[in-house]
């Protein structure tokens, strides 16, 4: 297991009870490295959205925590935010929750010349993805080709 898994399974699994407890959902988890500097980010939901304050309580008491158990060894940002309104779909539960929305789609590899198709997600059994596009056009996807998938959304 890769140090960024470890680290990313390790807080899930501290974290998770304490946002179960406050009523929200743990969405994600990711440990990365943007312009030198190494972020720990934890991404909450619940109906209706998530708000400062809920992200304010979590980091709070999340960060007493992280000082106790202190898994990381690297120098790092703590961040807990809401997954905004493009959300990537990651979790099984993710996808089931999508069901009968618009997504959008980015392959890794094109399939008849494009890389991005957006559709109504009609099913999702774990390994494949199928949408139904505009013109009313049934396409499946197996979820290791998927680079990105997410909720769609016009301004």
């Known amino acids: 297991m890769s140090k960024k898994d ?20 743990l969405v994600d988890v990711e440990y990365v490295k943007e312009a030198g500097n190494y972020y720990l980010r934890v991404y909450i939901d619940k109906p209706g959205g998530i708000t400062v304050d809920d992200c304010e309580v979590i980091s709070r008491s999340f960060n007493d925590i992280l000082d106790s158990e202190d898994y990381i060894e690297d120098s790092y940002i703590f961040e807990v935010s809401s997954p905004g309104l493009g959300r990537p779909l990651k979790k099984d ?5 999508s069901i009968g929305k618009e997504v959008d789609i980015k392959l890794y590899k094109a399939v008849d010349h494009s890389k991005d198709f957006t559709g109504v997600l009609v099913s999702y059994d774990g390994n494949t993805v199928v949408i139904e596009t505009d013109d009313e056009k049934t396409i499946s996807f197996e ?5 990105l998938i997410r909720l769609s959304f016009d301004f």
């Open 93 to 97: 539960r993710d996808f089931e929750r």
């Open 6 to 25: 470890f680290y990313e399974q390790k807080t899930e699994e501290l974290i998770n009870p304490l946002i179960e407890e406050s009523g929200f959902e």
């Open 143 to 147: 979820k290791k080709e998927i680079a």
